[in-house]
């Protein structure tokens, strides 16, 4: 067994673990992490000021590393590497040794020396630590300063902004992110993000930072050119250095600009010991993006096995949004190749600058910059990896549509080796393989591939190329829901809704054929329902109903029912419980707490439902629609009221959620929860919808759940205020109701959303359909005629002649046979069946 | 020998939907679908592949012209006119002749 010890716990050193601890390679890991907590993610670190907690940003945990047996060390950093001995020592004296060393040191932020710099109110921006350092100086500051006018700098700046300081960005260039951008495009960038207040300063060279007396600032910043600039606090930005000091004491050769050497293999110049990530210079070169840095940890773990791969470099193009705004970098930006041609399109109105660059000849695309509008980056990247050639007149690449635009690169053309998803890596090799194993449908490629799981910015081409794929296979996609509609249950749910059709043979007579199904009927079942809100049991919905439905209750597998009545947010009072113990008691049934905080009462004959729901109705029970595909429970964690950490009274919301949503037909069943803090005790981040309090109201997750596929929730939006929150609610519900397919949960539904969760946000927060208002009306409706089904159903003598086992006799099913188990009963296997009717006959 | 046995009334029976009754010790499902001719159909109530008396409790419709009702418990059709499993032709359950008289349920076993 191989003792593989790795130094550096950040994204790629985690990669590197993650990928070693999954492979055949017989192997102990030992990870020895410098921060007190293991691996987060950096790039969305900013997000921390927008509501996300550090657990949030991790990206494992010391239990995890547990479980795969990766034995691992927080906050004791190495301080020495003994190559003679083949050991590490840590700063507390521990020593560790390797027969492979791998260094995931990462980089530093470079600090200029500036005198001053030492100022409390000084910082940098790299770490979780760090950023509790910002906003505990940004506590009753006012001005923020970035010193760095970069792709760091400016995210920098957007943390201070959201943190609510006048923002200003010094760039000692004479433009913003000058690496990626050429002068027109950083000109554009420069008056985007002035537009949104924060004040740019280029060509200057901070001198001093002096700290301030009898002023209303703490400080003021004094350049090179006598002005002067007063702020509370400072934030350096401006570039990052490689971690390589452990690597020079221990004599291994640096690269000419810093960085440890390194070769394709990723071996340092001693052979057992790799370095990976922004510590690491290939032919003077460092990666500072978190892709590369994952490509190589995957080489340097392959060449611990038998099919070694190589790092032969990355391409550093990037696509991001910096506050808010789209800046796209492909290639050789600045055209410095010999020859090259640049085309540029610049729209000041609406703020929006292209540029391309081009070969010579014409043919083949060199690099481009997009500021303000990335669509055309997906398709640009790919003429650049690819190298295909371009169009004759290549400026139709980058010109609005009216202006005779060239539609986006045909999936047919790329080549089986383009890089489609490079957060995952997915080639469309890959994409068509899944496609050729049987996964055609769009969701299906995606949990496949996990091609556009990632960023999800190449969403938009994965679905040309699935889209492709399936004419070029001749194919075209059976959206039908069964033989006798063919149609979408979305497409179905507007033909009800525009044509104001009540009943299922209505339906049937106007769109559909035969005689319907099991399928399609219930179908139309649920969306009559979430439509018109009618009583399911009325007697033209009676052949819609499955069993479940139809008897209000869960079919169990010996053909008897389970007994879920509603615990709102899994508060209830003694009194009730002790009904709840009665009624199981009197009836003889199995009893079981569910992960939704109820009560399951199982082993119901039908002809017992009737008077068990008499007794829990007359006790103020209320169904609990277990049975429906509706909304079941909306879990809490105590909150406020008693725990000593709560921050908002979270049993409360989830009462007034679950009573506001309670028996709201959906495509499928619906989960919620509600925490009273971020130590998220009530599992919010698994439902559907969670909500989770902040000390300023509430952060609303959509689109998780658990059970055979989990799913973390993505965070919609935060600090939401009451009201806010339950209106974003109304809009997102219903048009997850009004929008999905049959079966389909709200993670699904989403990931087949053309823009996903942009465009989800974009429909429910900005109203970009306009249509919120005619959302929220409907659910106004539904919430306004709310009825229990079984309170219902017990008062209607015509009704309850359904539930009966024998139409013409008072007799049992003497099929149904239980036995008893750890003081309770439980439905006989067919063996011990068997068995007692022979001892009864 | 085969005997006729009223089973049960007329207005015992559910329009689109499934009851069930007992006769001679044997449990029968009986669906009435007033759009089709017969307007009754009649097969065991045993689920062979759930192995439960549920079917009376499954949801009528039709697969490819054959009227079926889906057991509530494994979804598999069984053909109302034969009693045939639409998903494994090796598994069927009993089909009884069965017709309306007047406000009577006649089943022939």
Redesign the interface.
Known sequence: MLNVVVIGNGMVGHHYVEQLAASPIDTQITVIGGETRPAYDRVHLSEYFAGRSPEDLALTSREHYIEIGVEAHFGDPVFRIDRHNKNVITQAGRQFSYDKLVLATGSYPFVPSVPGRDHDSCLVYRTIDDLGSIKAQADEAHIGVVIGGGLLGLEAANALQNLGLETHVVEFAPGLMGVQLDTGGSGMLRRKIEALGVKVHTSKVTEVIEATKDSDTRLLLKFADGDCLATDVVVFSAGIRPFDQLALDADLKLGDRGGIEIDYHCKTSDSDIFAIGECASLGGRIFGLVAPGYRMAEAAVSQLGDDKQSFQGADMSTKLKLLGVDVGSIGDAHGTEEGAIAYTFSDERIEVYKRLIVSANGKTLLGAVLVGDCSDYDTLLQYYLNGIDLPTDPETLILPYNAGATPALGASVLPATAIICSCHNVSKGDIVEAMDAGYLALGDVKVETKASTGCGGCAALLKNIVDDQLSERGLEVDTAIC??FSYTRQELFHLIKVGNIESFDELLDKYGS?????I???TVGSILASLWNDYVLK?KH??L????D??LAN?Q???TYSVVPRIAGGEITPDKLIVLGEVAKKYNLYTKITGAQRVDLFGAR?QQLPSIWKELVDAGFETGHAYGKALRTVKSCVGSTWCRYGVQDSVAMALYVENRYKGLRSPHKLKSAVSGCTRECAEAQSKDFGIIATENGWNLFVCGNGGMKPRHADLFATDLDDETLIKYIDRFLMFYVRTADRLQRTSVWMENLEGGLDYLKQVVIEDSLGIATELEEQMNNIVGTYQCEWKRTIENPERLK?FV?????D?E?D??VFVQERGQPRPAT?AERLELSKATA | MSQILKICEQTDLVANSGICAIAEGQQIALFYLPKETPLVYAIGNWDPIGKANVLSRGMVGDINQRLVVASPLYKQHFDLQTGNCIEDSAISVPVYHVELAGDEVLVTL
Do not use: Y
């Open positions: 033989e006798h035969g005689r319907g199904c099991d399609c009927k219930p007697e009676v052949g109903q499955d069993t479940n139809t008897f079919m597998k010996n053909g039908v359904r086992q024998f139409v013409n006799t007799a099913d099929q149904i067919e």
